[in-house]
């Protein structure tokens, strides 16, 4: 036979989970719109006793919403660079390497019809200036963003860095809390945050311990935090291209090279901008310019000039970084040497077949001449531009879907959290009337 005082601590009991209860729905509402909040509810078992206060999480969303962070990180980075690639080789106004060597190659042939004409030479020194300054730029653009990747990379490095630190505090706090006996429920929401914050900078693997506590590891193994330990990562310039390497600080304090192993976030976009894209636009470049150079000046010093002295190089420079017209043609278009034998005034030999180089198989291994190639070069880069950015979509998508997915299951919905405060409430007022009623008859029986 349950005693009376059995049911009064029931009740006492019961009273108390019930306001636990209440607090903890009462929470839930008060973070309905917190950014990280993850609903927690009551366990109760019998008596009724509170057993724990759980968070409602989902590790697969978990892990598919980080795996999307570094996707997105990435994607969107790496558009927003490529945009700036697209408008170096935008010639939709008219103008640009393209024109620029289609017109350099009719101020030839214009020269063919008269060698001798000191303004056909003139507008064909103009021509080629404006070509070489074209291609110059196009290269020193390139130069330019690839210096910005470079800022983003450090900057990157360094939020990477105080976010590991962040996260190895929040693991010594919660093995404080959990020795202690206390909840860790928002130190953990704040952990999930920051590796979420993490993810978009650099693919990582989480693992979660018993109490909480992550270790976090770059995907190639690395560890940046353990525990309340964290490891820095850092930059050192490359010796052999002057470029950024990112580095990973090992045990002993030495620098390990960890730029090829990043695969994902932030730094993986900027990466492959600038070692993928943007580097082999700029050999594109430079193939170009160096076939110009090349072709070009190998016909003129076969030929004379209008003096009947040897031709000179019109092109100086090796190359897209550095090509521009030789000073001395630009003060003496004379210097031209259009024809093959000397005093060369109504021989356009020379510049007959410098004309021709427009139609010469020169590029892609004697596939294609100089203007189809450079043509190729920005169909390329339209087509990569497209392809990014559509990835930058459906990873936008993909990680707007997996939020969503955490939000179904981690989020606050009012409507069911006043639906059980009022449960709660009706529980603990329950409890507080089967007290008042035991003592009604506690004072009946003693009176009696």
Known sequence: MVSLGSIMNTSVSGMATYQTAIAVSSENVANADADGYTRQSVLIISGPEVADVRRVYDTFCAKKVLESNEDQGRYETAAKYMAYVEAVFDESSGYGISASLNEFWNGWSELVNDPSDMAARADLVARAESLAGYINQAALSLDDIQKEVEGEIS??????????????????????????????????????????QLAELVDIQVQTNDSGQVNVQLSG???LVSGSTSRE?????DAATGLLNVTWQDGSGGEVDVTGQIKGGVLAGCLDVRDEYIAAYKQSLDDLAGTLINEVNALLLSGYDLNGSAGVELFLGAGADDISVNPLISDDPSLIAAGSAGPAVGDGTIAEGIAALSDALLCGGGSSTMGDNYAALVTRVGSDVRSISDFSEYYAGLADFYADCRESVSGVSLDEETARLVLYQQGYEACARVIEILQEIMDTAINM
């Open 233 to 237: 990562m850092g930059t050192s310039i």
């Open 155 to 196: 900057n990157t490095v360094e939020e990477i860095n105080d976010l590991t630190a962040k996260i190895a505090a929040l693991n010594r706090d919660i093995a404080y809390a959990e020795a202690r006996g206390h909840n860790t429920n928002s130190l953990l929401d704040q952990v999930e945050s920051l590796t979420g």
């Open 221 to 223: 193994g690395r560890s």
